[in-house]
């Protein structure tokens, strides 16, 4: 679910916020590696300490557990708040640990693409400069192949021949009665 920005405001401390925010994607792209290692780091222990909290919260409400201030706590839902976003950050930043990596590899792939296409033209521009016309397939010449113009089966042999069979069986079958 969504949490809006005001409830991840009230939820998270100042820190907290901007890891968060780190971990959001316009911040993520323009991060470093060694950046991204860090965020990463920072994020999962404070991911660990925000579960920590809650779960120790969660055992003093239901009265499990010796309370550690005063009183018990009677409440637990913002620590649960703030290590859902926490964990979520966590597995959103978790993802983009490989984006300079993928964005180096995306540019790479986008030059031998480009190079590719570019080879396809020339090929392409090559082989219409040998086709003469449409008519121009003469025996003194030389045979060239007619590519074949039918369309490709959509159904393997296999099951055309195990449907055949089938329906040879059903035909057999209706012939006996």
Avoid at 97 to 109: E, V
Avoid at 118 to 130: E, V
Wanted: proline share 3%; net charge positive; aromatic share 2%.
């Amino acid at each position: 679910m969504a949490v809006s920005r005001k409830r991840q405001e009230r939820a998270l401390d100042e820190g907290e916020w901007r890891l968060v925010q780190r971990a959001a994607h316009p911040a993520v792209r323009e991060a470093s590696d060694r950046d991204l290692l860090d965020l990463a780091r920072l994020l999962r222990e404070r991911r660990d300490r925000a579960r920590d909290q809650k779960r120790r919260r969660q055992r003093e409400h239901l009265g499990k557990a010796d309370p550690r201030g005063a009183a018990p706590s009677t409440r637990h839902d913002g620590t649960s708040v703030k290590h859902g976003l926490l964990a979520a950050a966590a597995a959103r930043q978790r993802g983009d640990r490989t984006a300079p990596a993928h964005a180096r590899a995306h540019r790479k792939r986008g030059a031998h693409v480009a190079a590719a296409r570019r080879a396809l033209a020339l090929k392409l521009a090559a082989d219409s400069r040998d086709d003469e016309s449409f008519n121009s397939r003469h025996a003194r010449e030389g045979m060239r192949a007619i590519p074949n113009r039918r369309a490709e089966a959509l159904i393997n042999p296999m099951e055309r021949g195990r449907l055949r069979k089938q329906q040879a069986v059903a035909q057999a079958i209706r012939d006996a009665r």
